[in-house]
């Protein structure tokens, strides 16, 4: 993981010193109408491997006749305690992992769009965590976590995520030197056996020919390769470069990792905090139809015992044909 983000940042670098070079016109072109994404998050790589250990997401959007798409998606989440233990720790994160399949629609539009993803998971044993997480660690020679086997048992999972996207054109900007701004408001809301949360948003981005994807970098339900807003100004034949960053502000009622199990009892050690607030910051770069991004991920405490700020890295890959 650790080279990926260092090879990532490399490209990053080197094309953002050679000018973009516009691609001749093809009378037989065709605007991707498919897009497939690979992201991952990981605490290692800005902080210490505690607690939101690791996230990985699997996307896929395909765009309809009507002009907006339909998705699918594979999600895997990874917690731990912050000290290494053959059991689960009083104050700190108990052992969970949690495998989703999802299914999403997008709705697109100029000034408003929204989506919405249907996810279908497992926690415990058949979530996969531990074994990915050891295959990790030891592709990356590092130590291993003893307290599988006091993770948070089997259960199936339900959960449905909807999300709804606001332009923002007074912060739009279209320079006669190519570089361009844009920003959108957005509003979240889970429901199901995982989570009950809602929240509040802002991105903003800054940089030359900004497209309609890569926007929002979290790799939560409902955000996909693909963004509800459309984007005019996009010359899909040309690189892109820029700079996101974004603050995302979230009420939380319910967290199946923290408050135990919806089917099942499992072990509470430690209590959530209702409220978080999140902040991200990162590079994206598209060439070749090919979508890269690296960036970091501060958010504040989710439990009252936390005792430190977390941060960590996030890496994504998309294929767009």
């Known amino acids: 993981m ?4 260092v090879i990532g940042g490399v490209y990053g670098l080197t094309a953002l010193t050679n000018p973009i070079t516009q691609p001749e016109e ?14 991952a998050e990981n605490d290692i790589l800005f902080s210490e491997d505690a607690d939101y250990s690791h996230g990985t997401r699997l996307d896929y959007a395909q765009l309809m006749k009507n002009g907006d798409y339909w ?14 233990s053959t059991g689960n720790n009083i104050g700190e994160r108990p052992y969970a992992g949690h495998l989703a399949l999802g ?38 020679d590092m130590w291993k976590w003893d307290g599988w086997d006091a ?3 089997s259960e199936v999972t339900l959960q449905l995520t909807t999300r709804q996207d606001f332009n923002i054109g007074k912060f739009e900007i279209n320079g006669s030197n190519g570089w361009q701004s844009d920003s959108m408001l957005y509003t979240q809301q889970e429901l199901g056996t995982v989570s009950v949360r809602a929240g509040i ?46 603050i995302y502000l979230e009420y939380v009622a319910h967290d199946i990792f923290l408050d135990g199990g919806f089917f099942k009892d499992s072990e509470r050690t ?23 991004y ?12 936390q005792g430190y700020t977390p941060a960590y890295g996030t890496l994504s890959i998309g294929w767009n044909w």
């Not at 650790?2 to 983000?5: D, E, G, I, R, Y």
């Not at 005019?232 to 470069?241: E, F, K, Q, T």
């Not at 991920?297 to 015992?305: F, I, L, Q, R």
């Open 2 to 5: 650790t080279t990926a983000l």
């Open 26 to 39: 093809s009378s037989d072109w065709k605007a991707p109408s498919h897009h497939l994404r690979l992201s």
């Open 71 to 84: 998705g699918a998606s594979i999600t895997q989440s990874i917690y731990t305690p912050y000290h290494n």
């Open 103 to 140: 299914a999403g629609y997008i709705k697109t539009g100029e000034n408003f769009g929204w989506s919405a993803e249907f996810q279908i998971g497992v926690t415990g044993n058949e979530s996969g965590a531990q074994e990915v997480q050891d295959f990790v660690h030891d592709i990356g």
């Open 151 to 153: 993770q948070m048992p």
């Open 201 to 246: 948003g802002y991105i903003f981005r800054y940089g030359k020919n900004l497209p309609q994807r890569m926007r929002d970098t979290a790799i939560g339900a409902a955000n996909f390769a693909v963004n509800g807003l459309t984007k005019d100004s996009y010359n899909p034949r040309a690189s892109s470069y820029f700079f996101v960053s974004s």
């Open 270 to 292: 430690c209590g959530k905090q209702p409220w978080l607030f999140e902040y991200r910051a990162g590079l994206g770069i598209i060439h070749k139809s090919i979508d890269y």
């Open 294 to 305: 690296i960036g970091c991920v501060v958010p504040t405490m989710s439990y009252g015992s």
